[in-house]
């Protein structure tokens, strides 16, 4: 829970960090965002075609991917997944995200469920006054194997709905992936 709060605030330097240094990113290949490997697996996400991936070592290290648009603000639309070790149940964690989120003043509310392709996660929306004017936020939250898999797509709340369906999209999109190169060198062993 610690990361999450952490990760909560240190996006947000992020975004305003990014938003001066673009040209750090790459087109993403594939329009793949692959994370670090995870022994046999590794959790990934489609983001939007044409955004940029950020730099993975400018970010903190529960942030495995971060891929930022073009707005028409000085604020990017972006996606990110963050992972962290979580041992109790998904309520118990949307419990926390929501105290976490009140105590910053930021309006959080859980949506339900979504049907992801990694599996069922709860799908929540934040609305935050930051420097850069309102924010919303939306999370795919899932618990898998001990693991807090957080996949955020945020905007300004005024450009949101420009955003929302590839948001989405992207948002559905979170699956699990075979390594497949992981397991081609335990073969050869």
Do not use: C
């Not at 970010?59 to 930022?68: D, E, F, N, Q, T």
């Not at 618990?143 to 709905?161: C, D, G, H, R, V």
């Amino acid at each position: 829970m610690q990361n999450f709060i952490a990760n909560y605030r240190i996006n947000y330097l992020l975004i305003g960090f990014f938003i001066f240094n673009m040209a750090l990113g790459e087109s993403l290949p594939a329009n793949e965002s692959p994370t670090p490997e995870m022994q046999d697996e590794f959790i990934a996400f489609t983001p939007p075609e044409g955004w940029k991936l950020v730099d993975a070592k400018s970010l903190s290290p529960s942030v495995k991917a971060m891929v930022i648009g073009k707005g028409e603000h000085e604020f990017p639309p972006s996606i990110n997944l963050a992972t962290e070790p979580y041992a109790r149940s998904l309520n118990d964690y949307l419990k926390k995200v929501k105290e976490v989120n009140q105590a910053d003043g930021a309006d959080w509310k859980s949506l339900g469920s979504i049907q992801t392709q990694a599996g069922e996660g709860n799908l929540s929306q934040v609305d935050l006054a930051t420097q850069w004017g309102d924010v919303r936020m939306m999370h795919v939250i899932l618990l898998k194997n001990n693991t807090i898999y957080i996949l955020t797509a945020s905007a300004l709340k005024s450009e949101f709905p420009k955003f929302y369906k590839d948001f989405f999209t992207s948002l559905q999109s979170l699956r699990f992936s075979k390594n497949v190169e992981n397991k081609e060198n335990k073969n050869e062993k």
